[in-house]
């Protein structure tokens, strides 16, 4: 998360909580449209990052996107 704020603070300028409100606000939004396991996913990449190779878990998240989206009406 952390490293998320620096980005986006060096990109808009934006004050350290300001960039944090945001992106909490973006995470929120995206956790109530994703399904829960994608949501859980996400939370956990931005969590705790160095638990497991950030790459990894944002593989792991896209993959979740990505099966929303292939899934066939059934």
């Given amino acids: 998360m952390n490293e998320l ?3 986006l603070t ?4 934006l ?3 300001k960039a944090r409100l945001a992106i909490e606000t973006v995470i ?3 956790k109530q449209r994703l399904p829960s ?4 996913q996400l ?3 931005l969590s705790n990052p160095a638990s497991e190779g ?3 878990k944002v593989k792991g998240v ?5 099966n929303v989206f292939t899934k066939k009406a059934g």
């Fill in 5 to 7: 704020v620096k980005l």
């Fill in 10 to 13: 060096d990109k808009t300028g």
């Fill in 15 to 17: 004050p350290d909580d």
């Fill in 28 to 30: 929120g939004f995206l």
């Fill in 37 to 40: 396991a994608v949501g859980e």
């Fill in 43 to 45: 939370s956990s990449c």
């Fill in 54 to 56: 950030i790459a990894e």
């Fill in 62 to 66: 896209a993959k979740g996107v990505g």
